[in-house]
């Protein structure tokens, strides 16, 4: 399709294009909830072979939308031409957990996967292309792919854990009977999996500086018991609920991480999933969810947090587990190097 | 049915069209539920505007999933404005709509301000300001057409039923539940103290697909085509007409320059993409019709410089006949829609036009034996015409003959004068 005159569209890469997150997703992007209601975007859809008559058929309901911050789609099976130019990457597609796998199977076959779509973002990215990584285990899948798109900058590659956030927000705000915006000061750390760590022991209720927020969700004991495996547990809860995996809820948070980190959180603390420098004693390189605030299309960790003895203990946990996957995925790529897969 | 020509209508395509307010579509600049912190931080709360409530039904379905999220992040109402939320399923619905209403919370949307579900009707519409009729009986294997219309027309009937007795006063009400067109007709036909104009059957979709395949053809931007028109039923007979579409303010067909595919291949592609869609992705098309339910209330709600095809009810402009829910191109000066007048209709747009309107017609009688007994087809305009011409011939026996096939109050009124 011809581009009008003006700023040339943003290039959007989604890979998992005609799963349910992408359907959810693909929309919230043409109508300007990533970008804003003035950039326009040129999608490039990647999906693999066997998905491509479906995904087809999403190319279709794209143009049938008739949108106007639409400036073209592209759908592909091939990761070079998606990643292509792209300024901003949406990984979506992973191999998904079967009954009875085991998280270093699991590792091998998304290693596969990360490190083609890793070369092909090195190789055609956009200078300054931001990555997240969603498809699951994504902090390790965002560390196998940054291994191997080594000239893309650490920090512009990401995972998500802003839906872990977005939860946590929405049960701390209901707790509390306050609107969502005005809560504050939440945050999620570690692993995007059972042992992420939702922190409210810092939450704020704008305009009422007397709430103690763990004191009103029933003190740490409650948190302990209900708060934190409930939030650890949510995405389990919702497949329970609706059979399915959570897309519009994920789609939702994909567009506010991006969005987030590319036009500011406005002062605001955000999660991110990201390659710290040793920050909260978490070993330098881990893609970690950190409290963060983003400005000027960068994010940064919010340093000095005071951490209370429990937090530690939640911390500790989830990054030991981290550090298992990423020794699991380590001694995949090497295996891998060895046999020259 | 009456022929319609260039020649019998007047053609004023100008400023009685134009809408007469300006018109703006969402206003561009940081939007409340969207970019950066401000998803989380708040737009202060003293700049948002009083919530309207949303009703949906069919809530937990396809459809209903690809509505909701994008309702909430405030893309149908604008983005000042906090929404309320309640979602309508049947009792089997109740149990999926649950994991629905968890991922609203997880959505962690600013404008929403509440979400409601429920499987009773007059609660589900209670003090609804829009309501989006979405739920409806699927055509199963060997279910033959009247029955389909049939089964729709007991849900829709209830529907506006409780619309009537619990929904704001000046609610709009969109039915997106196929058949759109005759679902509308049956729920205005059972919501008395509601007025016909606030029931709209949606035929958005096979406008923005048409400009989609407009713009594909002249290798332009979509946004830059305009007033292509869907007119009659939202089915296989509706007609996608371009005799009026422009494309940067150029006559459509002089920049596509090809007559041929836009009354052919264009026509019955536009009237199958439904199934093209089903074929490729094995599933309905639920993003682009949400997208399309989306578009539709937010343009007669906030404003659109596009002419909308809706399907209202018919007032007899460009002859088709009365009590039928009609698509026609809208103009939307915000808050509400009016028809688009006296187009010149071409011949061949003449008989698209009769076809699909001898359809809505067909599926109007397979149902009239469940509306109530109050329910008044309104009056074809020829009739009227024959009437008033044989009255202005003071022919007695035309008077006669035209007022034979009227209805009971034609008649009393045309006895009463005859005898005065």
């Known amino acids: ?341 | 049915m009456l022929a319609r020509s260039a020649a019998a209508v007047a053609a004023a395509a100008s400023a009685a069209t134009r809408p007469s307010m300006a018109s703006t579509l969402l206003r561009a600049g940081p939007t409340a539920g969207a970019p950066g912190g401000r998803s989380l931080a708040a737009v202060a709360k003293k700049d948002l505007m009083p919530p309207l409530t949303v009703a949906v039904t069919g809530a937990a379905g396809q459809i209903g999933y690809a509505l909701l999220m994008r309702i909430a992040s405030g893309e149908m109402l604008g983005k000042d404005q906090p929404v309320r939320l309640q979602l309508i399923e049947t009792k089997q619905g109740m149990s999926p709509l649950k994991g629905v209403m968890m991922e609203l919370e997880d959505g962690a949307f600013p404008l929403l301000e509440s979400v409601k579900g429920t499987s009773d009707l007059e609660e589900g519409f209670g003090d609804a300001n829009f309501s989006l009729l979405v739920g409806a009986m699927p055509r199963k294997q060997g279910m033959e057409r009247s029955d389909l219309l049939s089964a729709n027309a007991a849900i829709f009937a209830d529907q506006g039923k409780a619309l009537s007795a619990t929904a704001a006063p000046g609610s709009r009400v969109l039915i997106v539940g196929n058949p759109a067109n005759t679902n509308a007709l049956v729920a205005a036909a059972n919501a008395p103290d509601m007025l016909p104009e606030q029931f709209m059957a949606m035929t958005r979709l096979d406008q923005s697909r048409a400009e989609g395949m407009i713009a594909g053809k002249a290798g332009v931007d979509v946004k830059d085509v305009d007033r292509v028109i869907i007119w009659g039923n939202h089915s296989a007979t509706q007609y996608p007409d371009v005799s009026h579409a422009r494309i940067g303010g150029r006559w459509a067909k002089d920049v596509i320059k090809d007559d041929k595919w836009l009354t052919g291949d264009f026509v019955s592609k536009v009237q199958k993409r439904g199934a093209e869609v089903i074929a490729a992705r094995g599933a309905s098309s639920a993003a682009s019709a949400a997208s399309a339910a989306i578009d539709n209330i937010r343009d007669v709600h906030l404003g659109s410089k596009k002419w909308q095809s809706i399907g209202v009810l018919s007032d007899g402009s460009y002859g088709i006949g009365g009590g039928l829910w009609y698509s026609v191109p809208c103009a939307c000066p915000g808050l509400h829609y009016t028809r688009v007048k006296g187009l010149p209709v071409d011949e061949y747009s003449a008989s698209m036009m009769n076809a699909t309107e001898a359809e809505l017609v067909a599926e109007r009688d397979a149902v009239r034996h469940l509306l109530p007994s109050s329910y008044d087809a309104g009056v074809p305009l020829q009739k009227l015409v024959a009437l008033k011409e044989a009255w202005d011939a003071n022919d007695k026996a035309r008077i006669q003959e035209a007022s034979k096939s009227l209805p009971a109050r034609f008649q009393a009124a045309v006895k009463s004068a005859l005898s005065s």
């Open chain 1, 1 to 341: 399709m011809a581009s009008n005159g003006g700023d040339p569209p943003m290039v959007v890469t989604v890979t998992g294009a005609a799963g349910q997150i992408a359907y959810s997703l693909l929309p919230a992007i043409c109508a300007g909830r990533m970008f804003g209601p003035t950039t326009r975007v040129a999608l490039r859809l990647l999906e693999i072979p066997p998905a491509m008559t479906s995904l087809g058929g999403v190319v279709m309901e794209l143009t049938d939308c008739a949108w106007p911050l639409l400036a073209s789609v592209t759908a592909t099976s091939d990761a070079a031409e998606a990643f292509a130019g792209a300024n901003a990457a949406v990984l979506v597609g992973a191999f998904p957990r079967g009954p009875g796998m085991e998280r270093a199977e699991l590792l091998a076959k998304n290693a596969g996967i990360f490190k083609a779509q890793g070369a092909a973002l090195d190789a055609g990215a956009a200078p300054g292309c931001k990555v997240v990584v969603v498809g699951n285990p994504a902090n390790t899948n965002a560390m196998i792919l940054s291994h191997f798109a080594p000239s893309i900058p650490k920090k512009n590659i990401s995972a998500l854990t802003r839906l872990d956030h977005n939860r946590a927000v929405a049960a701390v705000a209901a707790a509390v009977g306050a609107p969502l915006g005005d809560v504050g000061g939440v945050c999620i750390w570690g692993n995007h999996s059972s042992t992420q760590y939702p922190d409210v022991t810092r939450a704020t209720v704008a305009g009422k500086p007397d709430v103690n927020v763990v004191e009103v969700m029933g003190g740490q004991q409650a948190l302990s018991e209900t708060f934190i495996p409930t939030i650890q547990k949510r995405g389990a809860a919702i497949i329970a609920a609706r059979k399915m995996s959570s897309a519009m809820s994920a789609a939702k948070a994909i567009c506010d991480h991006m969005a987030s980190w590319v036009g500011g959180s406005d002062g605001a603390t955000v999660s991110m999933g990201v390659a710290g420098a040793g920050e909260y004693g978490i070993e330098a390189g881990t893609f970690f969810s950190y409290p963060v605030t983003c400005t000027g299309g960068e994010w940064s960790i919010v340093e000095g947090l005071t951490v209370d003895e429990a937090s530690r203990k939640y911390i500790d946990a989830t990054s030991q587990e981290l550090q298992a996957e990423r020794s699991d995925a380590l001694s995949v790529l090497s295996a891998a190097a060895e046999s020259k897969l």
